[in-house]
C-alpha cells in the first residue's frame, strides 16, 4: 500500500508560479508510473502530468504543456510538479497519483492518490 501526501498549494496571481510536492511512502512495484491530476468544482477529474518512476519520461496534458514541468526525487520518493504562467482556468484541487507504467492518463487506471491541495489562480 503506497501512501501519498500532496503540499504547495496555494493563491496566486495569474502569470505567477507554484510547485507542488508529492511525498510518497510504502510498497511501491519496480515499474510504476506517477501521475498529477486535477479536479475543479463541479468538472471531472482530470489528467495533467505524468512521470515514469524507473526512466523519467514524462508526459502531458495539452492545456499545460510549456507551462508545467513534472519531475522526480527518486532518492526522497517525491515527485514535483512547477507551475508557472498559471491562469485562473488552472484553478483545482490538484491530487497525485500511482499508477501502471505506460503512459496512462486516464484516472481509472490509477489506484493510490491523495487527498489533494488547492490552487487557486486570481485574475
Known amino acids: 500500500q503506497v501512501q501519498l501526501a500532496e503540499s504547495g498549494g496555494g493563491l496566486v496571481q495569474a502569470g505567477g508560479s507554484l510547485r507542488l510536492t508529492c511525498a510518497a511512502s510504502?510498497?511501491?512495484?519496480?515499474?510504476?508510473?506517477m501521475g498529477w491530476f486535477r479536479q475543479a468544482p463541479g468538472k471531472e477529474r482530470e489528467f495533467v502530468a505524468g512521470?515514469?518512476?524507473?526512466?523519467?519520461?514524462?508526459y502531458y496534458a495539452d492545456s499545460v504543456k510549456g507551462r508545467f514541468t513534472i519531475s522526480r526525487d527518486s532518492a526522497k520518493n517525491t515527485v514535483y510538479l512547477q507551475m508557472s504562467s498559471l491562469k485562473p482556468e488552472d484553478t483545482a484541487v490538484y491530487y497525485c497519483?500511482?499508477?501502471?507504467?505506460?503512459?496512462?492518463?486516464?484516472?481509472?487506471?490509477?489506484?493510490?492518490w491523495g487527498q489533494g491541495t488547492q490552487v487557486t489562480v486570481s485574475s
Open positions: 497519483a500511482v499508477g501502471p507504467y505506460g503512459g496512462y492518463s486516464n484516472a481509472g487506471a490509477f489506484g493510490s
Open positions: 510504502g510498497r511501491t512495484f519496480s515499474r510504476f508510473d
Open positions: 512521470i515514469s518512476w524507473s526512466v523519467g519520461n514524462t
